[in-house]
C-alpha cells in the first residue's frame, strides 16, 4: 500500500505493520461482503440455510486465503499453505463461538454487542495465523 507520490514523508512514517493491518481490515470487509451475498443466493437456490451458510463460508475461506496470501502478506505461493490456513479459520470459528456462548449464557450480555467481541476474538486469531502462514524469511510489507 503506498501512498501517492506527492506526500512521500507520510508514507515513510507508516509503519509496515500498520499497512499490513488495514489491508487485513479491507480484505476482512471485501470478504464479508462476498460471502453474505453468496449465502442469499445459495439460500435461494437452495432453500437450506445451514447448507447454504456452510458452503458460503467455505467460498468465503477460499477468497479471503487468494487475498490475504497475496494482497494483505505479499506472500507468494507455497506448497502447504491452504490445510494450516483452513485450521486457522477453524481454530478461529471455534473460538468465537465460545466466546459469543459464555458471554450471552454465562455472562448475560446483549447478543449484538457479545457478537463484536467475538468477531474481535475471531480477527485477532486470523490475523495472527495467516502471518504466521503466510510469513517468509523477508519483509512481509515492501
Known amino acids: 500500500m503506498n ?9 515513510n ?4 505493520e500498520f499497512k499490513q493491518t488495514i489491508r487485513f481490515a479491507l480484505v476482512g470487509l471485501i470478504n464479508t461482503g462476498t460471502s453474505y ?4 443466493i445459495l439460500y435461494q437456490i437452495l432453500g437450506y440455510y445451514m447448507l447454504a451458510s456452510v458452503l458460503s463460508y467455505i467460498g468465503g475461506m477460499l477468497i479471503s486465503f487468494i487475498l490475504n496470501r497475496g494482497f494483505v502478506f505479499k506472500s507468494t505461493a507455497r506448497r502447504g499453505q491452504l490445510l494450516p490456513f483452513c485450521l486457522v479459520n477453524l481454530s478461529s470459528l471455534a473460538c ?6 459464555l458471554l450471552v449464557e454465562q455472562f448475560a450480555m446483549f447478543v449484538y454487542f457479545a457478537q463484536v467481541v ?6 485477532t486469531i486470523n490475523y495472527l495465523g495467516y502471518r504466521t502462514i503466510f510469513s517468509s524469511r523477508r519483509t512481509n510489507d515492501q
Open 118 to 123: 467475538a468477531i474481535g476474538v475471531s480477527m
Open 37 to 40: 451475498i453468496l449465502f442469499v
Open 96 to 101: 468465537s463461538t465460545g466466546v459469543l456462548y
Open 13 to 16: 512514517r507508516i509503519r509496515p
Open 3 to 11: 501512498l501517492p507520490s506527492n506526500i512521500p514523508w507520510l508514507n
